[in-house]
C-alpha cells in the first residue's frame, strides 16, 4: 500500500534517518516511537507528502486515502462541531452533488452515446462514493463525535464555543469519519478521557478496516492496538513485530547482542592492529601485513547507539504526616454559569485520606475531578461542606494550569533557583539533570520549552521541598512513555500521600490503592486497586 525505500531525511545538519525502509500493508496496525527529535513526525509528513526525502523513494498505492491526525487542529471556525466534521469528508459531499446532477440527468432525453458516456462516469463515480462510505457519512460524523464525548446535545454547537482540548476531539472525529485508508495519528489519546480511549480502542478494533500508523504514549492503548512496531532512533529505523511490550524485550535482547558483537569485534580488531603493528617494519611480512590493512578498512565497524535520556529521580524522604491526611465533610462545589444559574459540579461527599494511601479519582471529562483536586489543594473553595488537612501535612500540587504560571522570560535554572533560594548551585544543577536540564539546557528560555519540557520543570520545581501529599492533576499528560514509567517508580516508592487524576491506565493500575469515582454528582469509594475498581464498577453496571 505504502512503500519507504532507501529514505534518507537531514533538517539542517542534523541527520534523523539514512537508507531506511519499511512498509505500510492493508489493514496493518503499526506503532511509530522513537525519542523526541528522532523524526517520527517526519515520517508522517513524508507519507503526507509535506515533506520530501533527501534520498530514496516512497510509493502509494493508486487512489489510496490518507487521513493524518496530529496535535496542530489548525483553525477552527464558522461552523457547527457536526458540520466541520462533516466538512473533513468535503470530497465525498461533492460527490454526492455530482451524483444527484447526473441522475437528474439520466431523466431527461439525450442520444445513446451520451447515456453511454453518462453511465460510464456514474458509475465510477458510484463505485468512488461507496469506496468512501458516503451513504452513512452523517450517521458515522454522529457515532464517532458521540463516542468521542461530544453528544447529540453539542452537535450544533459552534466550535468557538469549544475548549482546545475538545477541538482536539473535533479534528479527531474529523479524520476518524473519513475513514481513510491510511490512518496517521500523532498522540490520539492526549486529550481524551478514559471512557473516550476506551471507544477508540473499540472503534479501531471493529470499525476501522484500514491501514493504521500511530505513535501514543498510552502504553495499555499501544499494547491493545497494534500488532508491530517502527522504532525510529539513532538515524535508523527498525521494526519489530509485536506490540509495546513485545518491542521493549526484543530491544533489550537486541541491545545485549549488539553489545556482545561489538565486544567481540573490538577484541578482533586489537589482534589485527597489534599484528600490524608488530610486523610493519618487517619485509618478510609485508604481504600479510598489507592483507590484514585491507581487511581492516573492510570491515563494517559496530557502533553502539548512546544511551537514550529518560527522566531519572525519587523523591526526598518526606516529614511523617498525621494518620488522616484530610477529611472530607458533606464537600460539595457548584458554578455559575453564563446565565447566573448555580450548576451543581457534585455534593455529599464525606471521607477520610489516610496516610500512604494512593488514591485515583476518576469520571467521565467535566465530572468534577480537577474541581475535587482543587479543593483539596486549597486553590478553591467549597460551595458548602468543608475539607480539613490533617496534622503536619504538606501539600504538593500540580496541574496543567501551574505550567502557565510559569514566568516565560527566566531561564530553567532561575526558575529552579527561585523554587529554592538556599540551595547551592550544584543542588539545582543535580536536581534539573534528573529532569533531563543538562548543560546549556538549563539556560534555556521557558517561553521556547515544549509542553513536556514546562511539565518537567513543574515536576522539578514541586520536589525542591519536602511535601508528603502530593495532588497531581494529568501529571503524565506530556511525558513519553518511558518518562511515565519513572514518574510511575518515584511514586510507587513515594511514602507520603499521593491523590491523582490521570487517564493512563497502566499507570493507575500500577500505582494505586483506593478510586474515588466521580459520577453524575456524586462521588463513590472503592475500597481497593485500580484493577478492583474496573471489576467492580463492570459488575455494577451489569
Known amino acids: 500500500m505504502i512503500h519507504l525505500s532507501s529514505i534518507t531525511k537531514q533538517h539542517g545538519s542534523q541527520l534523523l534517518f ?88 439520466m431523466c431527461l432525453p439525450m442520444a445513446d452515446d451520451e ?6 462516469r456514474y458509475g465510477i463515480a458510484m463505485e468512488e462514493f461507496e469506496h468512501k462510505g458516503g451513504y452513512d457519512l452523517d450517521s458515522r460524523a454522529q457515532a464517532v463525535l458521540t463516542g468521542l464525548g461530544i453528544g447529540p ?8 464555543s469549544f475548549s482546545g482540548g475538545w477541538k482536539m476531539r473535533i479534528a479527531l472525529a474529523k479524520i476518524l469519519t473519513l475513514n481513510p485508508d491510511v490512518l496517521l495519528l500523532d498522540e490520539p489519546t492526549n ?9 477508540l480502542e473499540e472503534w479501531l478494533a471493529t470499525e476501522f478496516k484500514g491501514a493504521l500508523l500511530m505513535t501514543s504514549h498510552d502504553r495499555d492503548f499501544m499494547n491493545r492496538i497494534v500488532s508491530r512496531i517502527v522504532e525510529v532512533a539513532n538515524k535508523t529505523v527498525t521494526t ?7 518491542y521493549e524485550r526484543e530491544r533489550a535482547v537486541r541491545h545485549e547482542q549488539l553489545l556482545a558483537s561489538h565486544k567481540r569485534q573490538q577484541e578482533m580488531l586489537a589482534k589485527e592492529e597489534e599484528f600490524i603493528s608488530r610486523f610493519a617494519a618487517r619485509a618478510s611480512h609485508a604481504a600479510q601485513v598489507q592483507s590484514r590493512v585491507k581487511k581492516l578498512e573492510k570491515i563494517d565497524r559496530i ?21 488522616d491526611v484530610a477529611a472530607m465533610d458533606r464537600l460539595g462545589k457548584c458554578w455559575l454559569t453564563p446565565d447566573g444559574m448555580e450548576k451543581s459540579v457534585f455534593g455529599g461527599v464525606s471521607g477520610i485520606i489516610r496516610r500512604q494511601n494512593k488514591v485515583a479519582v476518576v469520571g467521565v471529562n467535566g465530572a468534577g475531578k480537577s474541581t475535587f483536586l482543587k479543593m483539596l489543594a486549597g486553590q478553591t473553595e467549597p460551595t458548602t461542606g ?5 496534622a503536619n501535612v504538606e501539600v504538593g ?79 503524565t499528560n506530556h511525558l513519553d512513555i518511558r518518562s511515565r514509567e519513572i514518574l510511575l517508580e518515584a511514586l510507587q516508592s513515594f511514602t507520603g500521600t499521593v491523590v491523582l487524576v490521570s487517564h493512563d491506565r497502566h499507570f493507575l493500575r500500577l500505582l494505586v490503592n483506593r478510586v474515588f469515582e466521580v459520577d453524575h454528582g456524586e462521588m463513590r469509594v472503592y475500597e481497593g486497586d485500580y484493577s478492583y475498581y474496573l471489576a467492580k464498577s463492570r459488575a455494577e453496571a451489569a
Do not use: C
Open 153 to 160: 446535545d453539542r452537535f450544533n454547537h459552534s466550535v468557538e
Open 18 to 105: 539514512r537508507d531506511a525502509s519499511f512498509q505500510i500493508l492493508p489493514g496493518s496496525r503499526t506503532g511509530l516511537v522513537g525519542p523526541n527529535g528522532a523524526g517520527k513526525t517526519s515520517i508522517f509528513r513524508i507519507i503526507t507528502g509535506e515533506e520530501e526525502v533527501d534520498a530514496g523513494e516512497i510509493t502509494l498505492a493508486k487512489n489510496t486515502i490518507i487521513g493524518y491526525f496530529s496535535q496542530d487542529v489548525g483553525d477552527m471556525a464558522g461552523r457547527s462541531a457536526l458540520a466541520e466534521v462533516m466538512a473533513g469528508a468535503g470530497d465525498t459531499v461533492q460527490l454526492a452533488a455530482e451524483l444527484k446532477k447526473m441522475e437528474e440527468a
Open 386 to 390: 468543608s475539607v480539613a488537612l490533617g
Open 191 to 199: 486529550h481524551l478521557d478514559v471512557e473516550s480511549i476506551v471507544w
Open 115 to 120: 447515456m453511454a458516456e453518462l453511465l460510464e
Open 303 to 323: 557502533e553502539i547507539p548512546p544511551e537514550e535520556k529518560t527522566v531519572r529521580f525519587q523523591f526526598n524522604e518526606p516529614p511523617r504526616s498525621g494518620d
Open 397 to 475: 500540587y500540580f496541574s496543567q494550569h501551574a505550567m502557565e504560571l510559569l514566568d516565560a522570560r527566566k531561564t530553567v535554572f532561575e526558575t529552579m533557583q527561585d523554587a529554592m533560594p538556599l540551595a547551592n548551585i550544584g543542588v539545582i544543577r543535580n536536581l534539573l539533570g534528573a529532569f533531563l536540564f543538562q548543560g546549556d539546557a538549563v539556560d534555556k528560555k521557558v517561553g521556547n520549552l515544549s509542553g513536556g519540557e514546562k511539565s518537567r520543570v513543574v515536576l522539578a520545581t514541586l520536589l525542591a521541598r519536602p511535601v508528603n501529599f502530593l495532588i497531581l492533576d494529568e501529571p
Open 240 to 246: 519489530y513485530g509485536g506490540n509495546y511490550d513485545f
